[in-house]
């Protein structure tokens, strides 16, 4: 073990594709600087962990349900590649193992295509997030991990009343305060078994709380965060005995 708390020895294995290992943390008092510096100087040591590969992404999620299923359409912004993500949590007290399942759909296939085909097949949207994250992915001898901050807000839609005689109304959209979050995920390509993933969260866990002074991991997600608590706060009726969570 080294000063991060990952492991070093080599375990070479197969992680489970249909299976996310992540953790997410509230990061309010975590600037995008302290994240650069931390994980720059994490490279510059004789620790193995390199980065590989960094970028800044914006874009949105919508969440689309049907009965008491949900599906997430996720959406870059910039380059309009989008992805089809349906997530059930393994446990009530902890999000670090969870089942996923991703759908990438290939860049040729426009955004609007594929919320035609949610809406046309009996899908509802629920409700919409946005979101501007900064991602660092990482390479370790024994494993691929991906770190990301990033902030999340909602544009909520209301209909505004325009002063006269007439009943004309004006659609505006309200911007929410936004709230950052910081998240570890070991990659699904990694050499590793699905309970070596778990120990390698736990090295990193351990190394963000040290380096950033987070607390601990949240165990609420985004859809379980920002998910409308009644039918009248979502932009369509939501089925209200969800039983999915993503």
């Keep these: 073990v080294f000063k991060t708390g990952l492991l070093l020895r080599r375990e070479v294995g197969v992680m489970d594709e249909l299976s996310e290992v992540e953790a997410k943390f509230d990061a309010s008092c975590v600037t995008v600087g302290d994240l650069f510096e931390n994980l720059h100087l994490l490279d510059e040591k004789d620790d193995p962990v390199r980065i ?23 959406c870059d912004g910039k380059r309009k590649t989008s992805v089809l993500t349906c997530k059930v949590r ?31 097949s009996g899908w509802k949207l629920g409700f919409e997030i946005q979101k501007t994250s900064y991602i660092f992915q990482l390479t370790t001898p024994t494993h691929k ?19 006269g005689i007439y009943e004309v109304f004006s659609v505006a959209k309200e911007k929410t305060e936004p709230r950052r979050f910081l998240e570890v995920e070991i990659e699904k390509d990694s050499a590793c078994t699905h309970e070596q993933a778990l120990e390698h969260l736990k090295g990193w866990i351990k190394y963000l709380q040290t380096s950033l002074c987070v607390d601990e991991p949240l165990n609420k997600s985004l859809f379980e965060l920002y998910r409308p608590k009644t039918e009248e706060s979502a932009i369509l009726s939501l089925d209200p005995k969800p039983g999915v969570t993503q």
Excluded at 52 to 74: A, C, L, M
């Design 145 to 163: 991990a991906c770190i990301a901050l990033y902030n999340v807000w909602q544009e909520n839609e209301l209909l505004i009343r325009l002063p």
């Design 52 to 74: 590989t590969n960094y970028k800044e992404v914006s874009g949105w999620d919508k969440y689309y349900f049907q009965g008491p299923n949900w599906v997430r359409h996720r």
């Design 90 to 120: 393994k446990s009530e007290s902890s999000l670090a193992d969870r089942h996923e399942v991703d759908m990438q759909i290939q860049e040729s296939v426009n955004v609007d295509i594929v919320e035609a085909f949610l809406k046309l």
